[in-house]
């Protein structure tokens, strides 16, 4: 069965912290992503890779950075959290043979205080 | 720029009605993919349905259909038969071909009522 895993479903951080949030993947997939979800706003891309080591922008990258080093493993950074990047966040993971489908972690719920 | 665009924030249908969701989208790319998901209140990701742009007919998967008018950039989802089980968030989403990116509109809220 197909499994994306995020490490921490609810984190409660201060302002100014680093935060680190996981997602692996055991689905040999090539592409990962990471988007937060806010009401009224839907999902919005973060950042997304393509392989190992390589990463690109999304649309609201600004305050975050991503590492990949393993292709099964995904992490996104908050270098220093703020209030305004509490959200939920979603990972998720595309195979590089595409079939339409786009597979979604359970989604971290994190609260900056 | 690379947009989806859901204009209806919120819906209300009779159970057993047919519902159409609106997404309308704009890429200059050739080869993309459109699609939409599913999301209840338990938050987890469902997806429905996929067209390629190239599809030449429209995508069909039980009760859900996508009606894909590409000359319009439109790929509105069509769900027959409603159930109370259908009252979700509904995303519509997009890939473009050139790097894998995939971006979704702001949503729809379907509520079926009894």
């Known amino acids: 069965d197909v499994k994306v895993t995020q490490s921490s479903r609810y984190l409660v951080k201060r302002t100014g912290e680093k935060v680190f949030l996981e997602c692996v993947q055991d689905?040999?997939?090539?592409?990962m992503f990471w988007y937060r979800q806010d009401p009224g706003l839907g999902l919005r891309l973060i950042y997304f890779?393509?392989?190992?080591?390589?990463?690109e922008k999304g649309d609201i990258p600004e305050g975050y950075s991503v590492s990949r080093e393993k292709k099964e493993r995904f992490s996104l950074i908050l270098e220093s959290a703020s209030t305004n990047q509490t959200s939920m966040y979603l990972c998720?993971?595309?195979?590089?043979?595409?079939?339409?489908?786009?597979?979604f972690g359970e989604g971290s719920r994190l609260t900056v205080l | 720029a690379q947009k989806i665009t859901q204009t209806q924030p919120g819906m209300f249908v009779q159970e057993k009605e047919a519902v159409t969701l609106d997404c309308t989208y704009d890429?200059?790319?050739?080869?993309?993919?459109l699609f939409w998901y599913k999301q209840p209140s338990s938050g987890e990701m469902i997806f429905l349905i996929y067209q390629g742009s190239y599809d030449e007919q429209n995508a069909t998967e039980g009760r859900y259909s996508l009606n894909f008018q590409k000359a319009r950039k439109s790929a509105n989802l069509v769900i027959s038969a409603s159930q109370l089980g259908d009252s979700a968030m509904y995303f519509c989403a997009m890939r473009l071909g050139g790097d894998d990116k995939i971006i979704f509109g702001k949503g729809t809220r379907l509520h079926i009522l009894p």
């Open positions: 890779s393509y392989d190992v080591k390589m990463k």
């Open positions: 890429t200059s790319d050739q080869s993309y993919g």
């Open positions: 689905m040999d997939h090539e592409n």
């Open positions: 998720a993971s595309l195979p590089g043979q595409f079939t339409g489908e786009l597979f």
